[in-house]
């Protein structure tokens, strides 16, 4: 049981690059979410779905993009990088009637530097 | 707005009890949660407790919620260098179906 695959775990890029991250769940979760870890500033959220077909900015989307083709995965692209997305991004899923009882499921990260 | 603020960092030594501590400002938050996140991983749900509720217990792990002051605190009883994480305080507003609230994160260091 894979749970929560982010890839790819380390990134490097020049700003004005783009490029996407990948979240794949094989948990069958309705609720798929991107988060952005900064030190000092605790996790913020980007973007979130419900479901397939349903996206929502979260509290930090410009600058990000996001689509929910299928329930399995949830990419996140970043257009044009700039330094301020040096970050380290978590996909967190879960489902919709755990929600509220906090029962996410985070993956192991995705470590992003901007140059 | 919404903000939830922790102090950043705690030592103890290993068979102390520690406590971590937590002030939000959303007085209609719902349910308050804590995160634990270990090194090189992702975030794990530690427990929850709902507003109606004043304290939460489970195994080593003791919740208090003071409502009228808007903090949150974990206590760890029996403290194991297995603790030493960054532990991050949560809350669900009540506006907000499907968005969570993070604090900064305190990290705990256990000394043996």
């Known amino acids: 049981n894979a749970g929560v695959t982010q890839t790819p775990k380390f990134q490097v890029l020049k700003t004005g690059q783009s490029m996407t991250l990948q979240c794949a769940q094989d948990m069958n979760h309705e609720y798929m979410s991107w988060y952005r870890q900064d030190p000092g500033m605790g996790l913020r959220l980007i973007h979130y779905?419900?479901?397939?077909?349903?996206?929502d900015q979260g509290e930090v989307p410009n600058g990000y993009n996001v689509s929910r083709s299928t329930t399995e995965d949830f990419p996140l692209r970043l257009l044009s990088a700039a330094p301020s997305q040096t970050s380290v991004y978590f996909c967190?899923?879960?489902?919709?009637?755990?929600?509220?009882?906090?029962?996410?499921?985070f993956g192991e990260g995705s470590r992003l530097t901007v140059l | 707005g919404e903000d939830v603020e922790q102090s950043l960092f705690l030592s103890v030594r290993e068979g102390d009890s520690s406590v971590i501590n937590c002030t939000y400002t959303?007085?209609?938050?719902?349910?308050l949660y804590w995160y634990k996140q270990e090194p090189g991983a992702g975030l794990q749900l530690l427990t929850y407790i709902f507003s109606n509720m004043d304290m939460k217990q489970d195994q080593r792990l003791t919740v208090l919620l003071n409502k009228k002051d808007k903090h949150l605190s974990l206590r760890i009883a029996d403290t194991q260098t297995g603790d030493s994480a960054i532990y991050f305080c949560?809350?669900?507003?009540?506006?907000?179906?499907?968005?969570?609230?993070f604090g900064s994160g305190t990290r705990l260091l256990v000394r043996p």
């Open positions: 967190a899923t879960g489902g919709l009637a755990g929600f509220a009882t906090g029962e996410l499921f």
């Open positions: 949560a809350e669900k507003p009540m506006d907000s179906s499907y968005k969570l609230i």
């Open positions: 959303d007085s209609s938050s719902t349910y």
């Open positions: 779905s419900v479901g397939a077909g349903i996206t």
